[in-house]
């Protein structure tokens, strides 16, 4: 039998790092999803109110670091491995007034710096360069994040995505729209995430971020079977939202000065780049989409990222959404190998490897469960993956199909 799962919240003193402390944990959610976006999590815990004052909260501050874990046993006798599900910092803390003894923290992930760490210089690569490197020199020489750091060896093993010439424009991005950029030119298959570091008191002393390519090895740590106890639910569906078989990329505008019957003028232009697939179009008609991207000062970068954006986006595909048993190994990225006999997508069962987008763990004193996003490695999926409107409850299902 699962006994309730075990849960921890440590909060480390952004001032004094050596300084822990564990509230108990009432409720918690958390999720990640692809494209790269920030981690977000959100902790109910007991107030502390020694002081007794209605919604006192010392000595947790806005921007503590912290470490939210399970633990989930199927005998008395197992020891307790604690697993991470979020690491971040507090982003608000908020107090209910009234009999409710509770805080709630709004916590994002280490990589939340990104989002505001505006690029303040212009960047020109010429020639060819990969992702790696020009993380590297960004990072290290200019030092634009102070929280992260960046090292070709965190990983062992680095993969890269080779432009062929990149600029960017100073106080026109962000370091996420960067990342962002090179997501696209790599056509999906590449991510970025971070990799923490602690101590051997648990203290978080280093923070990287990392740049890998997604794994075409299916995990062993779970798998999704219906019948087994840890399939809850389920819903899946094939889609053609979101299909684009031509794109075109505009960047920056530029002005070309030239004369016209002997007199001055200026003539406007944009930066463009446009990709499209002939084979895809005679399939499923035209279908276009269009992109501006400030900062862009190169007409070959604008058709490297149309490239990348068609090419993950030029055919239908399955998306899909469960719910299991708890697991603290889930991650984005992870390909899942998932059978449910009596689900039929396009006249064929659910069957095969499916690549996770959106990973969102729900946890109680009694209760940890876990959903999975199933879709392309593509722009906006988790919204389309929204749209689904059937739920098939696996255990209730009583029109099991099984395969001849």
Known sequence: MLHKPKVRLVVQDKNEPYNKYYPTVLSASASYSYPFT?????????????????????????????????SITFSRNEKTVWLDVFEGRINAISSPFGDRNT?????????????????????????????????????????????????????????GVILNEYTLKKDQRYFHDLISDMEKIGEHQYYAGVKTVYNSS?????????????????????????????????????????????????????????????????????????????????????????????????????????????????????????????????RVGDLVYVRIPSLEIDGASIDGNYRVVKVTHSISQNTFTTKLQFGKLKNDVSDYISLTKRQTRINNCNHIKYPS
């Open 103 to 159: 805080t709630t923290l709004d916590c994002v992930g280490h990589a939340y710096e990104t989002t505001y760490t505006l690029l303040e210089k212009n960047y020109y690569f010429n020639g060819s360069i990969d992702a790696v490197s020009m993380l590297d020199y960004i990072i290290n020489t200019d030092g634009y994040l102070d929280r992260i750091t960046y090292t070709r060896d965190v990983n062992k093993t680095h993969y």
């Open 202 to 330: 648990g203290t978080l002393t280093q923070v990287f971020l990392t740049w890998l390519k997604f794994t075409d090895a299916v995990t062993t740590k779970y798998r999704i079977i219906e019948g087994s106890h840890r399939l809850l639910d389920a819903s899946f569906e094939s889609t053609s939202e979101d299909l684009w078989n031509c794109v075109r990329i505009y960047g920056d505008t530029w002005q070309e000065k030239t004369t016209l019957n002997g007199e001055p003028i200026t003539i406007d232009h944009q930066y463009t780049g446009i990709s499209y697939d002939t084979a895809a179009m005679n399939s499923y008609g035209r279908r276009m989409k269009v992109e501006t991207v400030t900062g862009i000062t190169k007409g070959e970068q604008c058709a490297q990222l149309a490239t990348g954006v068609m090419q993950a986006s030029k055919a239908p595909y399955v998306i899909g959404e469960v719910t299991i048993f708890g697991t603290a190994y889930a």
């Open 38 to 70: 920030i981690p977000t999590a959100n902790i109910e815990i007991i107030t502390n109110r020694t002081p007794e004052t209605s919604g006192y909260i010392s000595p947790l501050k806005v921007d503590d670091i912290v470490r939210l874990q399970v």
